[in-house]
């Protein structure tokens, strides 16, 4: 089969902010003072754009900007976290079925990483708290909105569960949060973890997921300034300062509304685009209008294999899992094909080989 069609790559739709970028490209004011070495965290005003973004888009109520560290994408910060939070040697805890780019970054550094068990609201309390006492563990990786890969938003009263663990427990949190804007569309908003425990919670964030992961956007929220200070400090020995230019535009489009804009038009479409889905796989997929979707069941590999085979590439079930082995689904990514076509296709063939 020559076509091969993507549905492995959580990708947003990236057309309409390519276009804005082509057009900021060619508009933007260039001084010598780009040329300069830059901040170690990040400008200081790009720092208030993006705190305005997650007060207005990500359910914060307190940002101080002077906690946080502009990133080379939300992975950089997650990397960051984990070099903050965790030493070698020591346990992690993460979802059972979690983001295969944390895992790696944990396992890397000599992480060990064990998988609590979820439902369909996250992460499971007190599984959280056997296993921080089993294990000794001292940190844990949450989720909590739109988790990659189930989809599972938890709601109000499970972050709090969550929160008295973590503090029962003495665990530093580290929250991956790069959907949330889209969860939040139009509907009310949910306080991350770190604003119900924000002197134990790192907090990891991007625009990739609204504007494309190419434009290496993200941040990292520290909870004191002895931690903000090390998370610079690490940047200015690995790099001396990251690149100004795309950070200047990104807090350019959330303080002057592009960004909310083009949020809106992403938003709508992946609505679109999970209905449809749910029409062609069937009840049992778990879908919440973001980026991905979630199709349970215990032949994962399997299903994986099959639809490669009739040229649809799926996220790697492997990776997913916390233990590396045994994924409880498979995971769609529903924006990497732009044109709906494809999609509906791409669908159709994994909806024929279940």
């Known amino acids: 089969m020559n076509a091969h069609y993507n549905l492995a790559v959580n990708l947003p739709l990236r057309q309409a902010p390519a276009e804005h970028l082509a057009a900021a490209l060619a508009a933007f ?3 010598p003072e780009l040329l300069a070495y830059p901040s ?3 400008g200081l005003g790009i720092r208030e754009a993006i705190a305005g973004w997650m007060r207005r888009r990500c359910g914060h109520i307190v940002v ?3 906690r946080l560290v502009v990133t080379l994408g939300a992975r950089h910060a997650l990397s960051l976290a984990l070099d903050e939070a965790c030493f070698a040697g020591e346990t992690l805890l993460v979802e059972s079925s979690t983001y295969h780019g944390l895992r790696a970054s944990a396992e890397a550094r000599g992480i060990r990483v064990a998988g609590v068990g ?9 599984e959280l708290e056997r296993l921080a ?3 000794g563990a001292r940190c844990v990786y949450l989720q909590p909105t739109l988790q ?19 503090t029962r427990c003495d665990l530093t949190i580290i929250e991956g949060d790069v959907y949330s804007p889209l969860a939040w569309h139009g509907r009310d908003q949910l306080p991350p973890l770190a604003e119900l425990v924000p002197d134990r919670c790192l907090h990891a964030g991007g625009i990739g997921k609204v504007l494309g992961p190419g434009l290496r956007v993200g941040w990292l929220l520290l909870p004191d300034e002895a931690s903000h200070q090390r998370a610079a400090s690490t940047i200015r020995f690995a790099t001396d300062g990251l690149p100004a230019l795309l950070p200047a535009i990104v807090a350019g489009w959330m303080a002057d509304g592009v960004a909310d804009a083009l949020l809106t ?5 992946m609505v679109e685009r999970n209905r449809l889905a749910r029409a062609i796989l069937g009840d049992d997929l778990v879908a919440a209008n973001g980026l991905h979707v979630w199709l349970p069941g215990n032949d994962a590999a399997d299903l994986e294999a099959r639809a490669l085979a009739r040229g649809v590439h799926v996220a790697p079930v492997k990776p997913l899992a916390a233990d590396g082995e045994h994924a409880a689904g498979v995971r769609l990514c529903l924006g990497a094909e732009e044109d709906l076509d494809r999609l509906e296709t791409a669908l159709r063939i994994v909806a024929g080989v279940r």
């Open 29 to 31: 004011p260039v001084g």
């Open 40 to 42: 170690m965290e990040g």
């Open 64 to 66: 101080d900007p002077r």
């Open 118 to 126: 979820m439902d369909g609201d996250g992460m499971l309390p007190a």
């Open 133 to 135: 006492a089993t294990t």
């Open 148 to 166: 990659n890969p189930t989809t599972a938003t938890m709601p109000l009263a499970r972050r709090r569960e969550i929160a008295a663990v973590a």
């Open 265 to 269: 038009q992403l938003a709508d479409r």
